[in-house]
């Protein structure tokens, strides 16, 4: 037997499919933005562009907890770092993940940058030319 539910749809059941489809994608939405948003908030607060893994969150989480550990005093020698001459003088090199690496400047720890495998190959390979 049809009835008509307090939102002016009619049906048969409990309540409105119909409604209850929307406000489920509406809170989908909701979801989405304050994930965004929380997501665009924590790239603020990064002391270095961690965009280019904007689509690898895992290795953005492993980058964030390794200068974490190394702005609270760890060195990155015991994150598996280890030194590399380049043109820009000193680096610490250490691995995020299998394909990236972070850069520090080796007398103050500073964080420089995350490079791919690829272009730290690059870097190393000045070394060698140079």
Same mark, same amino acid.
């Given at each position: ?40 908030? #924590?790239? $603020? ?7 280019i /893994? ?6 953005? !989480? ?7 550990? /190394? #702005? ?6 015991? =994150? +598996?770092g280890?030194?590399?001459? #380049?043109?820009?003088?000193? =680096? =610490? #090199? %250490?691995? /995020?993940g299998?394909? @990236? !690496?972070?850069?520090? +400047? ?5 964080? =420089? !940058?995350?490079v791919?495998?690829?272009? @730290? &190959? $690059?870097? *190393?390979? &000045?070394? %060698? $030319? *140079?």
């Amino acid at each position: 037997m049809k009835q008509t539910f307090s939102c002016g749809h009619t049906g048969k059941g409990k309540y409105c499919h119909a409604c209850a489809a929307a406000e489920k994608q509406k809170a989908e939405q909701r979801a989405a933005l304050e994930d965004k948003r929380a997501a665009k908030q #924590s790239s $603020a607060d990064d002391p270095i562009d961690l965009s280019i /893994v904007r689509h690898l969150s895992a290795v953005q !989480r492993e980058a964030r907890d390794l200068l974490a550990k /190394v #702005s609270s005093g760890v060195h990155p020698f015991s =994150l +598996d770092g280890k030194f590399i001459q #380049s043109s820009a003088g000193k =680096l =610490l #090199s %250490v691995p /995020v993940g299998r394909s @990236y !690496r972070l850069l520090f +400047d080796a007398p103050s720890l500073a964080p =420089l !940058r995350l490079v791919s495998h690829e272009d @730290y &190959n $690059a870097i *190393a390979a &000045n070394r %060698v $030319a *140079a």
